[in-house]
Nanobody, 121 residues
Framework: QVQLVESGGGLVQPGGSLKLSCAAS????????MGWYRQAPGKEREWVAI??????HYTDSVKGRFTISRDNAKNTVYLQMNSLKPEDTAVYYC????????????????WGQGTQVTVSS
C-alpha cells in the first residue's frame, strides 16, 4: 500500500505565502514523478506543477510565484507558494507516479487526500 499525506494548507491574505508538503510512504521501489493539482469550487481539477527526473514544469498562472521541490531521501515533494492571489483558492492535491516492488514491478498513480488553501483578506 502506498499513501500520500499532504500538509501545510490554510488561510492566507493576498500577497502572502504558504508551503505545502506531501510525503509518500508504504511499499515504494521508486518514484517517477511528483506533482500538485488543484480544484477550485465549481471547477475541474487542474495541473499546477510537476517534478520529474530533475526537471520542473508549471502551469502558466503560477510561473514565477510557485516553486516545486523534492527531497528524494524523504520521498517528499513541496510546493512553495508566494504572492498568493484569491484565484489560487482551491483544494490542492498531491499526485505521484510510484513504482512498487515486484515481482511484478509496475508503476501506478496515487493521489493525496487534498489540503485546502484559501486566499482572502
Amino acid at each position: 500500500q502506498v499513501q500520500l499525506v499532504e500538509s501545510g494548507g490554510g488561510l492566507v491574505q493576498p500577497g502572502g505565502s504558504l508551503k505545502l508538503s506531501c510525503a509518500a510512504s508504504g511499499s515504494i521501489f521508486s518514484i517517477n514523478a511528483m506533482g500538485w493539482y488543484r480544484q477550485a469550487p465549481g471547477k475541474e481539477r487542474e495541473w499546477v506543477a510537476i517534478t520529474s527526473n530533475g526537471s520542473t514544469h508549471y502551469t502558466d498562472s503560477v510561473k514565477g510565484r510557485f516553486t516545486i521541490s523534492r527531497d528524494n531521501a524523504k520521498n517528499t515533494v513541496y510546493l512553495q507558494m508566494n504572492s498568493l492571489k484569491p484565484e489560487d483558492t482551491a483544494v490542492y492535491y498531491c499526485h505521484a507516479v510510484i513504482v512498487v516492488p515486484g515481482p511484478p514491478r509496475y508503476a501506478s498513480a496515487y493521489w493525496g487526500q487534498g489540503t485546502q488553501v484559501t486566499v482572502s483578506s
